[in-house]
């Protein structure tokens, strides 16, 4: 038989063919077989070395200062050694929706609230080594990775973990003026002025105002009953704009549930309920920041404390509703060497997005609000033809306060540590004319023309002073669990303050005297003017301190506390 008709016949024989493909059949199944069940137990694998990582990241995060140990410690109790740990980071994490998930966390940033845990290990497979083997140091692909596992270990794959868990503790804190009492007569003039009616509170009413406490996110609760909101949340509620009346009765409403005590804090909001215009509106988002709890619902109930006094509420309240409208009112003052006093008030927004008091973690901040007044103080001639006339326009920019540091460990929280920077406003004070349009203009700040402080029949006497009160760095505050707890108010200066700003106005005072509207000078009269308002400096300082302090600000000095703090759950977000 030749070769060729061997071939054909070899060809055509079809004896033995499914033995030939039952015995190819079966090599692939034991393959398949062996490759599946390596896949299974990789798979097994890599959910037991998630659920290590993520229990290592979590005990982690619990412990930031010793998180490598921890993560040793756990990696070790859940079956893993410490080769199997191949970094752990700590840094911070922020929410922000608009990253992806790995980031928002920030390796190595200062004041870290998370960890970053990644665990590799290479076990060997079972019933695969061979077609490894055959393989060589081929390139592996396990669960869409792509390894490199080279010559040395073709039967290993490479399976890599990671988990990244994150704490948020909360504190909420605000900026503003330390208040024990108020002149009731003062007090009254400026509140009459932001109230726009008459008020007449007594020095009770406002030492009962001072004294009592409202809880915001029982404010919040009260309001959203009170309009029949629909607002689930806390949020929502604040961002509703809302009549001033019915804010000031949400707080009556909150004071007289609170305790007897409160009775004559909500009796005295009652008589400014009375006095306020329908028609003002007040926009609680610009005062109120709930931070991360503004997601919260109305019945979750009060996550942290966050109350304020009454007094302080009202104010801002009121302030806030007035806007940058100019509020004009008359001080009856009882002050030797002060015959009487007019004011003139604008007060600015705070900057977008802020407010002056607020729940949140670190970076958070509160301002004040830009405050705009002209003091025109009305001073004894005396030995002078007639009355010396001196407007004092002050500018007090926005304080500031930020949260920078946040320690709290929820298994000892009387260990919490809070840190604040601080900033007072910069005060701009001036002898001078000032226009009622120059006061209401925010885009630029006024620099006011020379006044005229005596005008008699035969002469004038025209002067204009400049003196700053500025602080261009931050001061750190550190507050202790127990100052939270004590509502402990703690003040910073600033570094160039003068005690009388009415002092240090006289000793840049340039005068101007002319007779007869002929500019001709007259000796005398300048020194015995400028005689008459230095020895007024202290009274002069004195109402305008109480001015500003009625208004929760202080000359070249801010107040900030801590109501509460909220250590947070170590989650994960990774």
């Known amino acids: 038989m030749t070769l060729r008709l061997a071939l054909k016949h070899f060809r055509d024989d079809a004896r033995g063919s499914v033995a030939i493909i039952a015995a190819a059949s079966l090599l692939l199944g034991i393959a ?3 490759v599946g069940v390596d896949l299974s137990m990789f798979h097994y694998q890599k959910r037991k070395q998630q659920s290590a990582t993520d229990i290592a990241a979590l005990a982690a995060s619990a412990n930031l200062d010793r998180a490598s140990a921890a993560v040793g410690e756990n990696a070790r109790l859940n079956g893993f050694s410490q080769r199997d740990v191949a970094a752990v980071e700590v840094g911070v994490y922020s929410a ?21 845990v990644t665990m590799v290990s290479h076990p060997t497979m079972l019933f695969g080594r061979a077609l490894a083997a055959w393989q060589g140091g081929s390139e592996e692909r396990y669960a869409g990775e792509k390894t490199k596992t080279g010559a040395a270990a073709p039967d290993r794959v490479t399976l890599r ?10 504190a909420s804190f605000a900026i503003g003026s330390r208040l024990a009492a108020l002149d009731g007569g003062l007090a009254n003039s400026v509140l009459s002025s932001l109230v726009g009616a008459k008020v007449s509170l007594s020095v009770m009413d406002y030492d009962a105002l001072v004294k009592a406490n409202v809880d915001l996110f029982k404010f919040a609760q009260a309001l959203s009953t009170r309009l029949s909101l629909k607002a689930l949340t806390y949020g929502e509620v604040v961002s509703t704009q809302v009549r001033a009346g019915d804010a000031l009765n949400a707080m009556v409403e909150v004071l007289r549930s609170e305790s007897p005590a409160s009775a004559r804090a909500a009796d005295a909001l009652g008589k400014l309920v009375t006095a306020l215009p329908t028609s003002r509106t007040i926009d609680l988002s610009k ?4 931070g991360p709890f503004g997601k919260a619902t109305l019945a979750s109930g009060t996550p942290l404390p966050v109350e304020l006094s009454g007094y302080d509420l009202i104010t801002a309240l009121l302030q806030q509703s007035a806007g940058a409208h100019l509020l004009n009112t008359s001080i009856g003052v009882a002050i030797p060497g002060l015959a009487g006093a007019e004011l003139k008030l604008s007060l600015g927004e705070r900057p977008v997005g802020t407010s002056f008091v607020t729940v949140g973690q670190t970076g958070a901040s509160v301002h004040t609000a830009q405050t705009r007044l002209l003091l025109k103080v009305r001073l004894g001639g005396g030995a002078l033809p007639a009355d010396v006339q001196l407007p004092v326009y002050v500018e007090v920019a926005s304080a500031t306060a930020k949260l920078t540091e946040l320690k709290c460990d929820r298994q000892a929280v009387s260990s919490a540590r809070i840190g604040l920077g601080v900033k007072p406003g910069v005060v701009d004070a001036w002898i001078g004319q000032v226009s009622d349009g120059a006061m209401t203009n925010y885009v630029s700040s006024p620099r006011p023309d020379a006044a005229t402080l005596l005008s008699a029949p035969a002469v004038a006497v025209t002067g204009r002073a400049h003196a700053t009160v500025a602080n261009l760095a931050d001061a750190t505050i550190s507050f202790t669990h127990a100052d939270v707890l004590a509502r402990t108010r703690k003040q910073i200066s600033t570094t160039n303050f003068t005690a009388s700003l009415i002092s240090g106005l006289v000793n840049d005072l340039v005068l101007r005297v002319t007779v007869l509207g002929l500019g001709l000078p007259l000796p005398g009269i300048g020194p015995l003017v400028a005689q008459t308002i230095g020895a007024a400096a202290t009274p002069i300082d004195g109402l305008l301190n109480g001015v500003l302090t009625t208004l929760g600000l202080r000359l070249g000095q801010a107040d900030t506390w801590v109501m509460g703090v909220r250590c947070g759950t170590p989650s994960l977000v990774r």
């Open 32 to 34: 398949a077989t062996a």
């Open 96 to 116: 922000d929706a608009g990253k992806s998930v790995d980031a928002r966390f920030t390796p190595g940033a200062a004041n870290p609230n998370a960890v970053r």
């Open 161 to 170: 973990t990671t988990s990244i868990d994150a704490r948020s503790p909360s």
């Open 287 to 290: 005062l109120i920041d709930f």
